[in-house]
């Protein structure tokens, strides 16, 4: 959900601002494909059911199973299989967050961090949560952008998810382009993404740290255009 809604007139100044935070680099052309020109609004009918099933082939790439219904009837993933029916964009989502959750959290609902905005079952997913505070709000910033840049390696209208997840909040503010570059450092740093900032097949190995923060947002990692 947007916090602060962004009217389309005033979207150009707002991504060339975040842009010049950022600098140059590997970190301005991963936002430059993910802010194509005509990828702010969501696919629909013939186009939206082509991004589904390729939204599928990329769980089925990561040998996550799939299952009828929507989350909405119990949840998004259930430890086991995710609920297909939803948008394209929601199933990428999931397919990063099962990239990034230890092996043991990705046989828990909803991987462990509570439940998330398409859950139904509230209750029995919170109670599934092992992982908790600065830890949850980490992975979640790193399931948002990789699965951003899934949309974007697919051709799917990332620049919607961008927005609709907030990464333009603040966007004249030197913190949010900070965060950003931060955020892809740990998928980096993960060997989530190469060093050009595209998505990997890759699936976390290492259990959660006694800390329960499985990364770092300093992590020195040079990416590469």
């Not at 600098?23 to 991963?30: K, Q, S």
């Not at 040998?63 to 259930?78: H, N, T, V």
């Not at 790193?142 to 990332?158: D, R, T, V």
């Amino acid at each position: 959900m947007i916090l602060t809604p962004i009217d389309s007139d005033r979207l150009p100044e707002l991504l060339a601002r975040f842009a010049e935070g950022l600098g140059g680099g590997a970190a301005r052309a991963v936002l430059g494909r993910i802010a194509r020109p005509g990828s702010a609004e969501r696919a629909q009918g013939a186009l939206a059911a082509t991004h589904h099933g390729a939204a599928l082939e990329v769980l089925a790439r990561l040998a996550m199973a799939a299952r009828p219904g929507s989350p909405q009837e119990d949840f998004s993933w259930d430890g086991r299989a995710a609920r297909a029916d939803t948008e394209a964009y929601v199933l990428l989502h999931e397919a990063a967050h099962y990239q990034l959750a230890s092996p043991e959290r990705r046989r828990r609902i909803d991987f462990g961090l509570g439940p998330g905005p398409e859950t139904g079952n509230r209750a029995a997913a919170a109670a599934a949560a092992s992982l908790h505070g600065l830890a949850v709000e980490q992975e979640e910033a790193m399931a948002s952008l990789l699965g951003i840049l899934w949309e974007a390696e697919l051709g799917h209208p990332a620049l919607a998810s961008f927005l609709d997840q907030n990464w333009l909040e603040g966007a004249a503010r030197p913190a949010a382009a900070d965060h950003f570059r931060r955020t892809l450092a740990a998928l980096g740093a993960g060997g989530f993404i190469t060093r050009s900032g595209r998505p990997l097949l890759t699936c976390r190995s290492a259990p959660d740290g006694e800390d329960a923060r499985p990364y770092s947002f300093t992590a020195p990692v040079r990416l590469e255009t």
